[in-house]
């Protein structure tokens, strides 16, 4: 079955820096749309980056320029650099995977940017 497992996500200082990995499984990652999302407490699940399968990247206006989605079909994996973090950026990151019409969600990673 598709299993998407995230990793990455930790407490950073404003202005620095981590890279979110999401391994993927049970389908061809290489014909699959990923992204991200991320929730933060009490707001909605909003979109942060998005990767087709042709390498075409999207970007939320508030991340544009500080982070980077990349893919690595050999890997089956997805990243998002994030770099020049805020506080506002704090939230629950969530991989997901478009696949055959049917969208599949990882079980996110935790991202706290505080001094």
């Known amino acids: 079955q598709v299993q998407l497992v995230e990793s990455g996500g930790g407490l950073v200082q404003p202005g620095g820096s981590l890279r979110l990995s999401c391994a993927a499984s049970?389908?061809?990652?290489?014909?699959?749309?990923m992204g991200w999302y991320r929730q933060a407490p009490g707001q909605q699940r909003e979109l942060v980056a998005e990767?087709?399968?042709?390498?075409?990247?999207n970007y939320a206006g508030s991340v544009k320029g500080r982070f980077t989605i990349s893919r690595g079909d050999i890997q089956n994996t997805v990243y998002l650099q994030m770099n020049s973090l805020k506080p506002e950026d704090t939230a629950v990151y969530y991989c997901?995977?478009?696949?055959?019409?049917?969208?599949?969600w990882g079980q996110g990673t935790q991202v706290t940017v505080s001094s």
């Open positions: 997901y995977a478009d696949r055959v019409s049917n969208r599949y």
């Open positions: 049970g389908f061809i990652f290489s014909r699959a749309g």
């Open positions: 990767i087709t399968s042709y390498d075409t990247t």
